[in-house]
């Protein structure tokens, strides 16, 4: 008798992209540096990565070696103007692309604060983004306020990653940052928001405060706390001038070890 042979169907399950900001209101913490950083070892791990730039000093675009070009950054597509997609830019990374700011963003706090549905003009505009399937992960370098672009990405992310500088006012900052989540996620504006893990930056193990303030964290948050810890380094200050990531620019550097790590652990932590 002659059987018949069936050909296997695999059904590929289509992964819908990440949507995570990297914020901070406070600056000076390591947030564009854990943007730039994080997100090109993502790529480094086969994710392919958009890092949205929506800060006006656009220190991310220039930390990928991007120059900072009059009209190319999100200010006109978030009043209604064009797509994201035209925004897009190649980096000289792999699987990393980038979509860069500049100083019209300056404005857009005051603009977009006229416009109906103010708070979702970063949700829809990365609509036709997210719809392409073009990419795993999106990151959100905000700026250092919670201004309204700031807002704008917390409506638009699924979490928000916090990096925190090793002191004391550091506990400060997230006690403020939870309560703007919980109002957003209370008044129906995003649901979904919470904080998808804290980052501890400028950790310098020799001292006392580091490892007291690391322990405080800890304690109040838990889980939320990454184990990875972002050493204070010159290597990683001296990276965005040379306009490359830090595991491009000393890759056997201890800054490069540990962007790499927590990469692994923000893999982990999505599931993809």
């Not at 992310?157 to 990096?163: K, Y």
């Not at 001296?238 to 962007?259: N, R």
């Amino acid at each position: 008798m002659r059987l018949k042979r069936h050909r296997a169907f695999h059904l590929i399950l289509s992964v819908p992209t990440k949507v995570i900001a990297v914020a901070n209101q406070k600056g000076g913490v390591g947030k564009t540096t854990t943007a730039v950083n994080l997100a090109a070892c993502l790529a480094a791990l086969g994710q392919r990565v958009l890092l949205f730039d929506l800060d006006p000093q656009a220190n991310a675009t220039s930390g990928v070696g991007l120059e900072k070009i009059e009209g190319a950054s999100a200010y006109r597509v978030l009043l209604g103007d064009g797509t994201l997609l035209e925004k897009i830019r190649p980096t000289l990374f792999a699987r990393l692309e980038v979509i860069p700011s500049e100083v019209d963003l300056c404005a857009a706090d005051i603009e977009i604060s006229r416009l109906e549905n103010h708070l979702q003009r970063v949700t829809h505009a990365l609509k036709p983004v997210l719809d392409s399937g073009r990419f795993d992960v999106v990151l959100i370098d905000c700026p250092p306020s919670l201004g309204i672009l700031t807002l704008n990405a917390f409506t638009a992310c699924d979490g928000v990653l916090v990096p925190l500088q090793c002191e004391y006012y550091a506990l400060e900052g997230i006690s403020m940052m939870n309560r703007v989540l919980g109002q957003l996620q209370d008044a129906g504006i995003n649901p979904r928001l919470n904080i998808f893990g804290v980052v501890m930056t400028m950790f310098d193990g020799r001292t006392k405060l580091s490892n007291e303030v690391v322990g405080e964290v800890r304690n109040l948050l838990g889980e939320k706390v990454f184990e990875t810890m972002i050493p204070r380094t010159t290597k990683l200050a001296e990276a965005p001038s040379f306009g490359q990531p830090i595991i491009y620019y000393d890759k056997y550097s201890s800054g490069s070890a540990a962007y790499e790590l927590l990469a692994q652990e923000v893999v982990a932590r999505l599931g993809i």
